[in-house]
């Protein structure tokens, strides 16, 4: 009887244990996949709901010590505030905005559509005013024909438009039920926050998971006060005098004012020409006139006065970052985006910094000296 070679066996074992092993990381990446396919539809949910927990659990646990330290009550009435501050403000500019694109759209397709006449001023203008001029006077006489040109760029972009004010009853929704389970994440805050940082301890060590835990908490807060928050204020504050003052199309207008208050460009761009319409329309009498001009330009200038206070508060990184980070996470994955850019952007600066502190050839007090 042929007894094996030593290399055999060794080499056999070795199969056997890799092969284990291949199967056991086969079985972790299906369950994982199973677990992402499950979880996959409500994964932007949730991503909002703990966006808005970590933002606003400092004044859940503020106010749960006034309570008497009753997390569930403290968070239910920091749901409701928030869902009548937040989200019912939301649903009125949303509402307005999908009424103003659904009525135009109805107007464009029946031929009711009214363009009032170009000032005469408009074809004096450099350059391109004798061409607006021109098409302007063309839409105020013959809409028709105007539409009839555009016919096929303004069918794709009613389609669009009816899609969108058909997604705002499922927005208001998303955003009410983030709210709600916000309020649940905020009551086992602590739990929460100590199973994050043992998780980020596990992958890069107790001491730097905690720092990196810190940094990650204080620039979702940063981002969503000074950019978000802002942008989100800002477009409030500018829709709701627009509606009041029945300025047209006052939802979409609000809704720019969001998108350019998080890309960082000034609401002015939006306020001052609306503040044009109300003096050059003679539809407003002065009184009404110069109220909604001090309102609109107060409005246009506020995050001028909030982003300073609010952005990159509390967080262990240059405001530039923070805000590159935000503007770069925008461009490439939306407004989810904004926080993973400049929560990921912080962590590398971070990371790069560390490295650097320690270059192996600089040496600190604490360094025993070198053997001659």
């Known amino acids: ?19 284990d092993v291949f199967i056991r990381a086969g079985l972790v990446l299906a369950l994982t996949l199973l677990c992402f396919r499950i979880f996959a539809p409500f994964i932007s949910m949730m991503a909002w709901a703990l966006i808005l927990a970590v933002t606003v659990y400092p004044g859940h646990q503020a ?35 999908g009424d103003s694109v659904h009525e135009t759209v109805e107007r464009v397709r029946d031929n009711k559509l009214e363009i009032p006449p170009p000032p005469p001023g408009v074809a004096e203008w450099p350059v391109i005013g004798p061409k607006v001029h021109s098409f302007w006077s063309l839409a105020h006489t013959d809409m028709p024909s105007v539409v009839q040109k ?5 069918g794709e ?7 969108m004010v058909a997604s705002i009853a499922g927005t208001v929704l998303l955003f009410m039920a983030s709210f709600i389970i916000a309020g649940i994440i905020m009551t086992f805050g602590e739990s929460g926050a100590e199973a994050a940082r043992r998780i980020l301890g ?26 978000v928050g802002v942008a989100f204020i800002q477009a409030m504050v500018v829709g709701i005098v627009m509606i009041v003052g029945t300025i047209p199309f006052a939802g979409v207008l609000a809704m720019i004012v969001l998108v350019l208050g998080i ?3 000034p609401a002015l761009l939006v306020t001052i020409p609306v503040i044009a319409y109300i003096w050059v329309s003679g539809n407003y009498d002065t009184v009404p006139a110069v109220i909604y001009t001090v ?3 107060i409005g246009g200038m506020l995050d001028n006065v909030l982003k300073p206070l609010l952005l990159g508060r509390g967080v262990d990184a240059p405001m530039p970052v923070v805000l590159l980070g935000a503007l770069g996470g925008l461009a490439g994955a939306g407004i989810l985006g904004m926080f993973i850019g400049a929560t990921a952007l912080s962590l590398g600066y971070q990371i790069l910094m560390a490295w650097v502190a320690t270059h192996p050839d600089v040496v600190t007090d604490s360094d025993p000296p070198p053997v001659i």
């Open 150 to 154: 555009l016919q096929p760029q303004l």
């Open 63 to 97: 106010l749960a010590r006034k309570l008497g330290g009753k997390q569930g009550l403290a968070a239910t009435l920091l749901v409701l505030v928030g869902i009548a501050l937040i989200v019912m403000p939301m649903a009125v500019v949303l509402a307005s905005m």
């Open 157 to 163: 972009l009613a389609g669009k438009a009816l899609e």
């Open 1 to 19: 009887m042929t007894t094996p070679k030593p290399d055999l066996v060794h080499e056999a074992r070795w199969s056997m244990k890799l092969m």
């Open 295 to 297: 309102l609109l330009a």
């Open 263 to 265: 890309a960082q460009v």
């Open 202 to 227: 596990r992958i890069v060590g107790t001491e730097r998971g905690l720092e990196f835990a810190t940094l990650s908490t204080a620039t979702i807060r940063a981002v969503s006060l000074g950019v």
